[in-house]
């Protein structure tokens, strides 16, 4: 999965064409803009994307184009991002866009739309997220957030979560440099 740059149709075809299977649109705030995703990650009927078929998407050319843009539109899935106030007001909408996989929950920039910046526990963001997890339950699509510990984890599962993310690269790059330095803290050079 690819987070993308919201810059354009090539942003996405981009990041498909190399092989990518997954599409993360951050700050998708309209049914609109999501359906514009659609037809740019998707081949006909559901959508408009263009046809390469030389990349390693499609095996360099060696795959049957048929087979190929059939195997592309089911297994290709579109996340969008709720993380605004204005895409929790249309969240309804945006869930029963044909194409639109998955819902994700960008917490911290949702804290700070509704005026309360990084106050995850506040009962506007909490009650964004319960409108969010109805929306996805009620058109058949999954839903999640990240998650900072094993607890919070089953409570986002608790509440119909299935897109889980228990940590990322940055995270772990972070935790093992600090490691490393904590434990070389107590070392002296002699003179």
Same mark, same amino acid.
């Given at each position: 999965?690819?987070? =993308?740059?919201? $810059?354009?149709?090539?942003?996405?075809?981009?990041?498909?064409?190399?092989?990518?299977?997954?599409?993360?649109?951050? $700050?998708?705030?309209?049914?609109?803009?999501?359906?514009?995703?659609?037809?740019?990650?998707?081949?006909?009927?559901?959508?408009?994307?263009?046809?390469?078929?030389?990349?390693?998407?499609?095996?360099?050319?060696?795959?049957?184009?048929?087979?190929?843009?059939?195997?592309?539109?089911?297994?290709?899935?579109?996340?969008? #991002?709720?993380?605004?106030?204005?895409?929790?007001?249309c969240?309804?909408? =945006?869930?029963?866009?044909?194409?639109?996989?998955?819902?994700?929950?960008?917490?911290?920039?949702?804290?700070?739309?509704?005026?309360?910046?990084? #106050?995850?526990?506040?009962?506007?963001?909490?009650?964004? =997220?319960?409108? =969010?997890?109805?929306a996805?339950?009620?058109?058949?699509k999954?839903?999640?957030?990240?998650?900072?510990?094993?607890?919070?984890?089953?409570?986002?599962?608790?509440?119909?979560?299935r897109?889980i993310?228990?940590?990322?690269?940055?995270?772990?790059?972070?935790?093992?440099?600090?490691t490393?330095?904590?434990?070389?803290?107590?070392?002296?050079?002699?003179?």
């Amino acid at each position: 999965m690819v987070r =993308i740059l919201k $810059h354009g149709y090539t942003a996405p075809m981009r990041a498909l064409e190399l092989g990518a299977n997954g599409i993360m649109v951050p $700050h998708c705030r309209t049914a609109e803009e999501a359906r514009q995703w659609v037809e740019w990650t998707r081949f006909p009927p559901l959508g408009k994307r263009g046809f390469d078929g030389a990349g390693p998407d499609a095996d360099y050319a060696l795959a049957n184009p048929i087979e190929y843009l059939r195997h592309a539109n089911e297994q290709t899935f579109l996340v969008v #991002q709720i993380e605004d106030a204005e895409a929790v007001s249309c969240v309804d909408e =945006i869930a029963s866009v044909p194409g639109v996989d998955l819902l994700f929950v960008g917490p911290a920039d949702l804290s700070i739309s509704y005026g309360v910046p990084l #106050q995850l526990d506040h009962i506007f963001v909490q009650r964004a =997220i319960d409108r =969010i997890a109805e929306a996805a339950a009620k058109n058949g699509k999954w839903w999640g957030m990240p998650t900072g510990s094993p607890d919070a984890a089953q409570a986002l599962i608790n509440r119909g979560g299935r897109f889980i993310v228990c940590g990322g690269d940055h995270g772990a790059l972070l935790n093992g440099l600090r490691t490393g330095l904590d434990a070389h803290r107590g070392l002296h050079i002699a003179r």
